[in-house]
Nanobody, 124 residues
Framework: VELAESGGGSVQSGGSLRVSCTASGFRYSAYCMAWWRRRNPDEEREPVG????????TYADSVKGRFTISRDNGKNALYLQMNNLKPEDTATYYC??????????????????WGEGILVTVSP
C-alpha cells in the first residue's frame, strides 16, 4: 500500500494551492479518503475533511467554504483544492485511507493507511 502526496509549496495569504495524493495497493473506490494536517510538530494531526467512495465530502469548520476535496476513482487519485489560504493553514498535509467510512457518530475512526505528508506554507 502506498499513498503519495504531491503539489505542496508556498503561497501568500489569500492565494490558492492544490495538493494531490496517488494511491496504490488497495481497492481505492471502496475506501474513504481523508486529508489531515499537523500545524506544529508538538500537535496532534487534525482532520481537514474526507470523501467517500460515492464522492460525498465532509469538511472541518475551519476550512468549510474554502477547501474542496475531490477524487478520481479511475486514477486512484485524491485532491485538495485550497482557496483563500490563511497563515493558520500552514501545516504538513497528509492523505489517509480507511475502508468504507472515515467517521461516525463520535468522530473519526482510526485511519488504516497514511501518506508521508507534504508541507504547505502560507505567508502573511
Amino acid at each position: 500500500v502506498e499513498l503519495a502526496e504531491s503539489g505542496g509549496g508556498s503561497v501568500q495569504s489569500g492565494g490558492s494551492l492544490r495538493v494531490s495524493c496517488t494511491a496504490s495497493g488497495f481497492r481505492y473506490s471502496a475506501y474513504c479518503m481523508a486529508w489531515w494536517r499537523r500545524r506544529n510538530p508538538d500537535e496532534e494531526r487534525e482532520p481537514v475533511g474526507h470523501i467517500l467512495g460515492d464522492g460525498s465530502a465532509t469538511y472541518a469548520d475551519s476550512v468549510k467554504g474554502r477547501f474542496t476535496i475531490s477524487r478520481d476513482n479511475g486514477k486512484n487519485a485524491l485532491y485538495l483544492q485550497m482557496n483563500n489560504l490563511k497563515p493558520e493553514d500552514t501545516a504538513t498535509y497528509y492523505c489517509a485511507a480507511r475502508e468504507e467510512y472515515c467517521s461516525g457518530r463520535w468522530g473519526y475512526y482510526g485511519m488504516e493507511y497514511w501518506g508521508e505528508g507534504i508541507l504547505v506554507t502560507v505567508s502573511p
